[in-house]
């Protein structure tokens, strides 16, 4: 089973438009973590947003905040207000831990999302 | 400025001709890791480091070798590349446990 799922590989909103980016995982650590990234053409990687699975309220930076629903494990990002700035490939990710005391950050196919004016 | 140091940014080269590329982190970060990004298939982790002298395979660790030997640099080393190889490199490192991976800039390898 894949640990995290994008379902949608491509999006487009409407500028000053919200919209959500969804994700789903799987694990069975109780202790994990899920980050979102933003990948604009220019390809770097810019971390975005967090989210503990022990957080008790849903993560917000600004115009992003994550929709956490552990019980249907979803982190779906939500971007409110879109802007052509955001146009851009976005990746959810898990970090979890690992035999051995590691851990380890398993990222998803990613999507790409389009704001038009 | 905190920063991951990948290079070279752009390389190619030719089937079964060695190659490094190099990763330096100044942030003094324990975890460092490796990840080649292909279209439709996401950034998937070669191999990744929970400190010196400790690394471990992700989930495409075949034909990729890596070393720790200083906590800064995590090169990555193949061996004989071949065409498959070719994709987009990313070295990234963090700090804490939930800290965010901060990433290199990317190294797009092109294996002929």
């Known amino acids: 089973a894949q640990k995290i799922t994008q379902t949608q590989p491509g999006m487009f909103v409407q500028e000053k438009e919200a919209v959500t980016l969804d994700c789903t995982y799987d694990?069975?650590?109780?202790?994990?973590?899920l980050f979102w990234y933003k990948q604009p053409s220019s390809g770097e990687m810019i971390f975005l947003i967090y989210q503990g699975s022990y957080d008790q309220q849903n993560a917000t930076e600004g115009r992003y905040s994550l929709n956490f629903q552990k019980a249907r494990k979803s982190a779906n990002l939500v971007i409110s207000a879109s802007q052509l700035g955001d146009s851009a490939m976005y990746f959810c990710?898990?970090?979890?831990?690992?035999?051995?005391?590691?851990?380890?950050?398993?990222f998803g196919t990613g999507t790409q999302l389009k704001v038009e004016l | 400025e905190a920063q991951v140091t990948q290079n070279p940014r752009y390389l190619i080269t030719v089937t079964g001709k060695k190659l490094t590329v190099t990763c330096s982190q100044n942030m003094n970060h324990e975890y460092m890791s490796w990840y080649r990004q292909d279209p439709g298939l996401g950034l998937r982790q070669i191999y990744y480091?929970?400190?010196?002298?400790?690394?471990d395979k992700g989930d495409v660790p075949e034909g990729y070798k890596v070393s720790r030997k200083e906590k800064r640099n995590f090169p990555l080393i193949l061996e004989s590349p071949s065409p498959n190889q070719t994709s987009l490199y990313f070295c990234?490192?963090?700090?804490?446990?939930?800290?965010?991976?901060?990433f290199g800039n990317g190294t797009r390898l092109t294996v002929t």
């Open positions: 694990t069975s650590d109780p202790s994990y973590g």
């Open positions: 480091s929970m400190n010196v002298e400790v690394t």
């Open positions: 990710a898990m970090r979890e831990s690992v035999t051995g005391g590691g851990n380890k950050l398993t």
């Open positions: 990234a490192s963090k700090g804490s446990y939930n800290s965010p991976l901060h």
